[in-house]
């Protein structure tokens, strides 16, 4: 006789084994603030015993809910939003939700909007719009009401559900790093100056800068790539008063690393040099690159906790959510020669 297959956990086994009711563990499940922290951790427990997991495929036969999230975001090559981009898929799949990506080439009003239509006419169960410039702003404000929304990295003045990067916090820790390892002050090569992640991370160093009593310099402005990175080298490779630099992302450092090394400015003998973003070959620079490493995947689970509990009716629109960045420590700073 063949055994018989044993079937997964369901939520009434979690609350028969918590001696619960079944819409406790739903409440559980969903963090609402009604339950008790002793039958909270009892459902904790059972659910941990067993092995559940929420079916969200079985709820939506029951809803009649989509199974499918819409995403607005940017095409774009840049490391930052291309990450988030795949980290909220993964996070997405994961958790049973198949995504819809609407790229559209500009974060403009026409644009967004444009997107999300085809997605609404897609029936998702809700959007999450990556946003990280002021253009994107006006769009965001027009959403139509009650549709799930979640708008990752930007502005958080917004009135929607917000997650980001704390671009101010990963700024400050690269500029403090600087200045402990001795350096008197610290040059910023900062981004495009219509990006919120760009004006966070100038007024984290700035910060850092001012809260420590140092001069701050002249900014330095440029965009994400290494050749405006090689461009500002260029210039402060000349000064010889520059002995530390933070660059807004790893690609700008890229192109400061050649342009030191053309000019005969060693790293991190004669320059330290600190980027943003870990990207996947910063390890590899010469030097291997002292960086500002933030966790997308992080970014992106929180981004999708706010919006399934948006559309299932336990969160409001308007929460914010910040993840704190690391410093990865490597070759690139060392005490002032």
């Known amino acids: 006789m063949e ?14 084994l918590a001696g619960v009711s079944h819409q ?34 079985a709820r939506a036969l029951v809803t009649g809910r989509s199974q499918l999230l819409g995403i607005v975001a940017q095409n774009s090559t840049l490391y930052g939003p291309a990450s988030l981009l795949a980290a909220f898929e993964q996070a997405a799949a994961e958790a049973g939700f198949a995504v819809s990506v609407g790229s559209v080439g500009r974060l403009d009003r026409e644009s967004i909007a444009g997107a999300v239509e085809r997605h609404l006419d897609q029936r998702v169960a809700g959007l999450v ?4 410039v002021a253009s994107a702003d006006d769009a965001l404000e ?14 958080p003045r917004r009135p929607h559900a917000l997650v980001t990067v704390d671009q101010a916090a990963g700024a400050r820790a690269a500029t403090r790093h600087l200045l402990e390892a001795g350096h008197a002050t610290v040059w910023h090569v900062s981004g495009p100056s219509d990006w919120y992640d760009a004006a966070w991370r100038i007024e984290g160093w700035r910060g850092a800068l001012e809260a420590a009593g140092a001069e701050v310099p002249p900014l330095v402005q440029a965009d994400w790539s290494a050749a405006s990175g090689y461009v500002a080298g260029q210039m402060l490779a000349r000064m010889p008063e520059v002995t530390a630099v933070f660059t807004a992302n790893d690609h700008q450092a890229l192109g400061l690393l050649r342009a030191f090394g053309e000019r005969g400015r060693r790293v991190p003998r004669d320059v330290s040099v600190i980027g943003f973003d ?37 969160a409001a629109g308007s929460d914010r959510v910040t993840i704190a960045p690391t410093l990865v420590v490597r070759d690139s700073v060392a005490p002032p020669g």
């Open 3 to 16: 055994p018989n297959l044993a079937r997964s956990p369901a939520m009434t086994d979690v609350a028969k």
């Open 24 to 57: 406790t563990v739903s409440r559980v499940l969903n963090d609402h603030p009604n339950v008790r922290e002793q039958t909270r951790l009892r459902v904790r427990a059972a659910i941990a015993e067993l092995g559940y997991r929420p079916n969200r495929a």
């Open 129 to 132: 719009v990556i946003a990280p």
């Open 142 to 155: 027009e959403m139509p009401a009650g549709v799930p929304l979640v708008t990752i990295d930007g502005d």
């Open 278 to 314: 870990d990207v996947p070959e910063a390890a590899y620079y010469i030097p291997p690159l002292t960086t500002i490493r933030p966790d997308f995947a992080a970014v992106a689970r929180a981004g999708l906790e706010l919006l399934l509990r948006q559309i299932d009716g336990e």
